[in-house]
């Protein structure tokens, strides 16, 4: 468990677009942002960029990310005005819903040698869709990589959704958390390279990005410099280039 987990709010519902009806129940003494929903020492809200884009983007947040004062799902969120953000490891009907067309979604996710083996494995991306951004929802976890396996295991609606894969990824800005390749991405960091591979130039992601950077900042200056990159914690789970 993470160190700062048990001081930390439990968020009661945590599923929508809208700020304003977001409710949190906050029994620790610790005073929270009601925006971000992280202590006011650690609040985002100054890097939130609000970011125009015409893919819709469904972000499935591992309940062990929420307490995460390094995780960036809800960042994305708060930038992305077309988002939505659910919380849970097995979402049944509420995912149906948050799937309905008419938009066809599309699984921010790379093919694995397992999910063939599995049988689970989705078809690749079809290059139809790729034309036509208005109609598509991304759909992202926002996990470890075995949380995200779980999730997917947990929900079959994910297992047969046509998957897109980052054939190229930049270097991550992503410090914090330790990570296995530096390659791997952070959740919000993922989603923007998809985001440009689905809308190309017309979605400016760069400032969104830039926040980003800040973001890490301002985290890394509240650590001890020892372990400003050395956390053992979970990764938010990103592809490594081989995985591509
Ligand atoms: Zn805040």
Redesign the pocket.
Known sequence: MHACALALPRIVLVMTAHLSDVTVNVPSKRLH?I??L?PQTT???RWVTPTPHRVEVLILQHPMEVAQVKGSARLLHMSLPGSLLLTGEAFGATLDAALRGPRRNLLLYPQVPCDLAAGTQSSVVDTQWLLQPDQLRLVVLDGTWRKSRKMLSLNSQLQHMQRLSLATVPASRYLIRKAHDSHQLSTLEATCAALVRLEGDGVAVQPLLEAFDGFVGQQLARRPSSSAASDGASIVRRPTRREL
């Open positions: 942002c925006a971000c992280r609040c985002l809200c």
